[in-house]
């Protein structure tokens, strides 16, 4: 949308605008919506008059007051059933990205393997190691986090997660 790199402040406002208006796939409502409980008036509706404000600024103001009451009762209804659907967007996707998960086969007391990330620059580039030397698996604690020992038995200080070890 903008022209130069140094423009981009005055477009600012209408990339938020399009952000809080769009319907979310997980919540399926507007952030608008769940904020204020209502549909929002694009500024064009002001301009050239919709049937909505149209109908808006015909309404009494008892009327109406007594009609946004209603729509307030009802914010609450409305964030529930955004929850709802954010949880089951969640499953849905937790079970898509869990499908290409391989179960790790690995219990206390094997022997395994630890991936070395690349924490240090290597002059060897592809052909540096990619595991570090042996050690046993002491505790397996919950979401796949594991206390692991060297063969010497000392016991590393902090707990690594199993995607890290591999089996010898």
Wanted: proline residues 2%; contains cysteine.
């Amino acid at each position: 949308m903008v022209v130069t790199y140094k423009d981009w402040a005055e477009k600012l406002q209408f990339a938020l605008w399009g952000y809080r208006t769009s319907i979310y796939a997980s919540t399926e409502a507007t952030l608008y919506s769940l904020v204020y409980g209502c549909k929002a008036v694009l500024p064009i509706e002001v301009e050239i008059q919709s049937l909505r404000v149209l109908v808006e600024t015909k309404v009494l103001e008892e009327d109406w007051m007594r009609e946004r009451y209603g729509q307030l009762a009802l914010i609450d209804e409305k964030r529930g059933r955004a929850q709802y659907h954010a949880q089951g967007y969640q499953k849905r996707i937790a079970r898509t990205f869990n499908k290409k998960v391989k179960p790790r086969n690995l219990k206390e007391g094997d022997l395994v393997l630890k991936v070395l990330r690349d924490e240090t620059f290597n002059q060897r580039g592809k052909m540096k190691p990619r595991w570090f030397e042996a050690f046993i698996i002491k505790k397996i604690m919950s979401k796949g986090a594991t206390r692991i020992t060297d063969l010497d038995g000392e016991e590393m200080l902090c707990s690594i997660n199993m995607d890290r070890l591999r089996n010898i």
